[in-house]
């Protein structure tokens, strides 16, 4: 099965995040999850984050230092069935 970059994108960043263990109390900044991207898709790392953060699947907790982000651990399983499904990654 053929998935949009876009996808690929999402389930991507929750890779690293879920790969990390940045679950519920452990953050990592924002500007983080373009790390691993190439350059030149900044804006669609960036604007698939935002996008998972308005569906609740990353968290945020705003600092004075930056945002920070985690997963949410409510939604640890359908992130982990997104994974496996778009990368074929198993957890």
Do not use: C, W
Request: aromatic share 8%; glycine share 6%; no cysteine.
């Amino acid at each position: 099965m053929e998935f949009k970059e876009e996808h690929k994108i999402k389930a991507t960043i929750l890779y690293h995040l879920r790969r990390k263990r940045m679950i519920g109390g452990a953050h990592t900044h924002f500007d983080t999850l373009k790390r691993g991207f190439p350059t030149h898709l900044g804006k669609e790392v960036e604007r698939a984050a935002k996008e998972l953060i308005k569906e609740h699947v990353i968290l945020t907790k705003p600092t004075s230092y930056g945002l920070q982000v985690s997963l949410n651990k409510e939604k640890i399983e359908e992130i982990e069935a997104i994974i496996k499904r778009v990368l074929g990654f198993d957890f």
